[in-house]
């Protein structure tokens, strides 16, 4: 069976999530497409560097990711950096014809996500961007019943995703809240994933009027380099604060291209939600409701069941949903956070061994990023503002 | 004890839930403000008006509200009427002198209202509208959180008010999808209630902006003049079909006073959801969520619960919160429809005995409808519309 | 339109829920069978007499219930006192030649109620008992796809009721916790109307086989002679202590005539628990459930639906279930304790004046006198026991 | 860092779910306590020997268990076969001096499990059972809020194991139906999952007494042999038919050695519940409630909330909640199957490494065998059985 050399540069959060889905993608994908094999991991300093790969199972480490993206036994570059950091990598990556996947968001807007879309396109590489919760099987589920016509045409989206790590104003000024490196705020971080469902299941957007508030305007600075989530606060008054210049909220209405209507939110200062990525859709036919924070579940109503016995049904993903056969024998055995990656990783490697598109990808990750784009030029403006299809080349 | 002699004017589906709430007020609160007595019920027709008399427990009936009005044995004039009534009754009222309560939404639109508003002023009689939902314990309850700082600062709140009793494009054109007769369509029906939410918890709305959609542009004529609310399909080919001039789903976005920014969604094509009227609030200190389809419950987080034990809590509403010495003896045996309407008429009637102000009265229904005017202005033109404070008047 | 007249005898909290059922029975079932007429209310003294008349919309008051039972003018006995008085009651307006309705338990135990249904069915009088829950439209829906055969075969049955009033060592030694008055604790109090669901919707129960304890074994004796249902608590230590003689928690394994198995539990001491009352039913091609705590809601999952889409459909009771037509015109405006009342109070009257047999009755309430008898038996030998089926006469 | 060898006993699914800790463990317990190696995998033919151990990343594969057991390389030996083989590895493994860890149950019988606890203490070996959903996060937090006595003493634990892939009669005949193989039915399963967590969260149990029930007789005999937990229905009219000799359900009152009292049920014919795995436990001051279909939150309610803000809060496991620190930065980014699994592993080489007891051992084992038997019996005599504490050595 083949064998993937990855180099993933990063080793913190999001490098752990990963490792786990090349340990595991082939014990749930058999046979896979291709074995992943941890080649080598980059971070920051050697001990960290060190340090990541023993705890993920890398061969090799290194602090130097150009030499990692050249090095002629790499065939796969893992971007799990902050934002501010894809373009440069995954171009580099690309010009030294490695198969790219990238966290998202893509970029830190437009502008640089399509350097990096041309860069792959031109390599004629492979490439994904990880927005990995609609790889969760009741969101594939939600796409199933979609695509075969049974809640019939979309009127109506409506998706949030609601956090509250960051809801403390003592929890700390980490580079997400910081427009250089992040872009943006709960717009990029989370509000993104939350746009690929709304593409993913709907269809393109083509306008978007936003209203966006900065809630908590500074923050405490962060020492440590670790990106903690805000589970470490400091609340002492002498710890000297930074500004916060990216958003803490956004609310978007949307139109789609196919007429569909909706609203998307995103925050960070929901108290008492934690992971509260949900949509709701309602179509001719039927309804859909989905919350990753009990994802086994998809919710769904047919319009044509008999009148008594109407109402949501409360779906368990198991074998007989989508990625069942990989997954575990039996519904609600339980779908975490590392399935989704697993999942992807699986999609991506089946990509580049049979030379096909995975979705999301490079032009996926554009794409959201004119998104964004320009919701954070509808609120600025306070209006409606049209997605640039002259922007828009055709291609993955 | 005092009676005061209703006049109720209408006999349909909204006059029930007015008759149970007369005959059941001081069963609940007791001792009671006042006795509500049923003097006379109206109808359009004789065979109506003498039927609703016997069904709700009316000495009287008659089919000419004028003389009602004016008859001086009557105290309250109760309008249950569709919306384009409103105004002429409640205003021959007012100038009759008697107190009025009126069901919602107010009027056809702002200018209407405030001609309501302005009669009932000068005649100096009590007034009331029907937004009962914000009478329901769970409602009240988080509006007692909000009073007494226990979520802290609003940032945001979310309200929706789904239905599907019209996703089928067989459900007869009743006077709810007659612009002539409703004034607006799910915004005015349904919509209005989630305003009245936002600004009973929250405060006042200063700009909206927001997007309609009429998805079944014409339904069948309906015959009867019953309004069934949908559950009389016809689905026979060579029915004749009239247009639909309002809207079926509304969606804003909304700015408040305060700073706290939302989102406001009404419609009635949403497949599974009955009466989903929710809200979700957050503050700085917590946050709120209701849904009336399980009404007994409020869910609650405190962000000052210890951290191993913080999540929504849902309380049930009972004797240790609003209303509850008046309701029943422990929670959960059961809020429905019946009781929000005994409690409004209690409130009501207590303003009226007390002589004092009950809110929502025509004021709130002024500026509800200053608000969904602003809605359907903003969807037209495709942009925000302040709400136009030069306008509001000062006053109850 | 017949009238009928009703002597009440108790005006507490029940008192309240059937005066409600009176005056609001002809605006939910109209025609209705017959005009409930609020005649007489008696209470322990004049005074509660007097305001119960004039709280609950009776035309006289007494404090000689004999007279009353006695009164020519009186059709209708409901009996809603303590249970210890239910058979003399009950007795009494039977030889007078009154149709009764009592509140449940029906008696003391097994031997009382035989005894009370021997005068009923002597007298050839109307009876009924007043386990009203199960006239919850989701409770009757679940009932009407066992009886047409959508669940299959019964296998099955999970029934408890959780409270928690009384879970405070401090709520009052009122008369629910005195065997002399109750007759039982949480078993009569509450877990009768679990057996009663499980012989109205699983069939006949032959054997049983229970624990029993009492958790808190002295609580503050109560000097009012209200029963608050624990709200008024009383800490103060020196406040004189009375023992409970009754069970504050029972669970019973349950065998079925018909095969199924099931469990059935009762306790007033599960904090967070308010009126959760619930049943789970496993058939050979579907499933149930059901929560009082929700109970516009029943949960139903079919075998045989697609396995892509099987799972719990949750079912809002509406005009399309029973007793549909006759309340809300959509579904989830909202079923309050009040409706279980509405429609119990209908169920009776239309047996009354229709000459027919009401379910539960006499008959039921003894028969669940028996469990309830072989369920303190079991508790006591610790060991199963069968239901004497020498004892039941058939009969209604 | 220290590497152990794993020897890993079967290739399945669960051999899957425990490749999957292995390779996870470090990287979300780091520094680890020792790097588990997947050294050789077992199974039944060359063939699926050799796929396993490229599926799961062994490096070696065998089809003879004895002489992996003796390997002196090995020095973990991993049971994941079907229950009647447990015995026989174990003690073998024991002898060989390697630790060894099993699936649950860990025998067909107490008398059985007694001599593999025996062997283990002789041998000096660490031992496990693999009981992993009380490594749910949730379910520690639980034993976290009992320990800290914030539910004060337990009076009640009711808990369920409900599932339904074998409730079609058609789904086939695999070990799992087969006494001589499984020992018994949905008990052994499912059902000592539920044991487990009553004496880990309660305390020992001291008397059972059981109904069971086998509702499918005879199922279609598998052909394959790979267990597809009825994923695989075969309904031709043709296929032959074996006799099922195990429970499909039971259900039984429990009697706990503090006082508490409670029931369990298992059933695998529960039509729509998958892996319904709940308990409810009712304390003097607060409840908890947990359903591993949900299994990111717990439900907890205290009983000294105030009173206008009392009822269950919903509790996401995250960083604030046992094993928090090892698992994902925030609350719901997703507890799945495999995060229970490597919990386990790392308790369990921690053990090793620090050679102390990790629970739930050989010891807890032989217990929940000892009450397994002890529900079997009662079943059958239909009477409380006392667990015969004279069998019960103490020790691990």
Redesign the interface.
């Known amino acids: ?1 083949k064998k993937l050399n990855v180099g993933m540069i990063g080793g913190g ?1 999001m490098g ?1 999530a990963h ?2 889905a090349y ?2 993608m ?3 994908f ?1 046979p ?1 497409p291709a074995i992943p094999h941890r080649h080598t991991v980059v971070d920051v300093t050697e001990e960290l560097a060190k ?1 990541a790969a ?4 890398f061969d090799n480490y290194s602090t130097d990711w150009r030499a990692v993206v050249n090095d002629p036994e790499i065939d796969v570059i893992d971007i799990v950096t902050p934002n501010n950091t894809h373009a440069e990598i995954a171009i580099a990556a690309a010009k030294a014809g490695k198969h790219v996947i990238s966290e998202k968001p893509l970029a830190l807007g437009a502008e640089e996500a399509k350097t990096m879309l041309e860069a792959v396109q031109a390599a004629g590489v492979k490439h994904a961007v990880a927005f990995n919760y609609r790889r969760t099987p009741a969101v594939a ?1 939600a796409k ?2 979609i695509e075969e016509g ?2 019939g045409n979309i ?2 989206f ?1 998706g ?1 995703y ?2 509250d ?1 960051s ?2 104003s003592n929890s700390p000024l980490s580079w997400r809240f910081q427009k250089k490196i992040a872009g943006s705020g709960a717009l990029g971080d989370i509000g993104t994933h939350v746009v690929d469902f709304a593409r993913y299941l709907v269809g393109e957007i083509s306008d978007v ?3 966006t ?1 900065t ?1 908590i305007p500074e923050r405490p600075i962060q020492t440590g380099g670790v ?5 470490v606060k400091n609340s002492s008054e002498d710890v000297p604060k930074g500004k916060v210049d990216v958003d803490d ?1 956004v ?1 978007t ?1 949307v ?1 789609f291209e196919n007429g569909a ?3 998307i ?1 995103a ?1 960070r ?8 990525l949900t949509f ?1 859709i ?6 859909l409701y989905f919350n ?6 998809l919710q ?4 044509d ?1 008999p ?10 993903t ?4 989508p990625y069942g056969e990989a997954l ?13 990656k697993i999942i992807e990783t699986h999609d991506f490697f089946k990509a580049i061994v049979e030379n096909t598109h995975v979705s999301p990808n490079f032009d996926d990750g554009y794409r959201i990023e004119l998104i964004a784009d320009a919701i954070l030029e509808s609120a600025e403006k ?3 503002v049209n997605i640039n299809k002259s922007e828009v080349k055709v291609g993955q």
Chains 1, 2, 3, 4 share one sequence.
């Not at 575990?328 to 989704?340: K, N, Q, R």
């Open positions: 069976m959060f752990k490792a786990l340990a595991a082939p014990m749930f058999w896979a340090d023993a705890k993920l199972g589920l199933k019943y049974r809640i009127l109506n409506r949030t609601l956090q790590w809801a403390d009027n936003a209203v508030r809630w990106d903690k989530l805000g589970t909220e609310i209405l139109k209507i909706g609203s939110e925050t200062n929901a108290w008492g939600r934690n992971n509260f709701e309602h179509g001719t036919k039927g309804s990753y924070e009990n994802r086994d579940e769904v109503c047919f319009a069941d009148s008594d016995a109407k109402g949501f049904r409360t779906v368990y198991g074998p007989a949903t575990w024998p039996i519904p609600a055995l339980g779908i975490g956070y590392g399935e989704t306070g209006e409606w």
